[in-house]
């Protein structure tokens, strides 16, 4: 079975900081890769597409090791606001494979 | 705002019984796909409708079936319910940029 594998976390983090998200795939074919943001019983939100150049959006930058099979989410100057449960996903073509998702906390 | 909308958007139902989720996908979107997401887990691929027709399915028994409308709309029917398929139950419509996710049904199974 292909799998999504994430940290769940929590990640507790003081306002200002940097933090990091780690997420490894095991299907060696796939080749698009996206971060969602999923708020507490709300659904899922496209953040973000991942890319083996890197890809960067303000203060979040997603980054794509295809030799590892690794993804990486890095948020800077951490806001409360981006407290939320981070998805990394893996599009197989006709299916989304979701990790189990790693839990932010920011606090004041 | 999204434009993919779900209803209803809470249900609660007896184990045994059967259910129906409904879905109207984005506008110009042809391709819809329901995804069930237990609490704590991630959203589990159920499968996908491709212009009327399944293209793609995840590891659900047959008892999950669904439809695709010519409008594109979608409906999930779950048979002969168990108390494990009490989850969040997305509608995703594509293919965009990613998918744009409905807000969901959170069914109760008691």
């Known amino acids: 079975r292909k799998e999504v594998e994430q940290d769940p976390g929590p990640f507790n983090v003081p306002e200002g900081a940097t933090v990091a998200f780690n997420c490894t795939y095991s299907?060696?074919?796939?080749?698009?890769f996206f971060w969602y943001r999923q708020d507490c019983r709300k659904e899922p939100k496209l953040l973000m597409s991942v890319y083996s150049s890197g890809n960067e959006d303000g203060r979040f930058t997603a980054q794509l090791n295809r030799a590892s099979q690794y993804i990486s989410l890095l948020i800077r100057d951490s806001k409360l606001s981006d407290s939320a449960t981070y998805l990394c996903?893996?599009?197989?073509?006709?299916?989304?494979?979701f990790g189990k998702g790693t839990s932010l906390l920011v606090t004041p | 705002e999204t434009g993919v909308t779900q209803s209803p958007t809470h249900l609660i139902k007896t184990r045994g019984q059967q259910v129906t989720l409904r879905c109207s996908s984005q506008?110009?979107?042809?391709?819809v796909s329901w995804y069930q997401q237990a609490l704590g887990q991630g959203p589990q691929f159920i499968f996908q409708y491709y212009r009327e027709e399944e293209n793609g399915r995840g590891n659900f028994p047959p008892r999950f079936s669904g439809l695709q409308f010519p409008n594109y709309s979608s409906e999930l029917n779950v048979n002969a319910l168990e108390l494990d398929d009490s989850a969040l139950y997305l509608c995703?419509?594509?293919?965009?940029?990613?998918?744009?996710f409905g807000s969901g049904t959170r069914l109760t199974v008691v």
């Open positions: 996903v893996e599009d197989s073509g006709y299916a989304l494979n």
């Open positions: 506008s110009g979107h042809n391709t």
């Open positions: 995703a419509s594509g293919p965009t940029y990613g998918y744009t």
């Open positions: 299907n060696s074919a796939s080749q698009s």
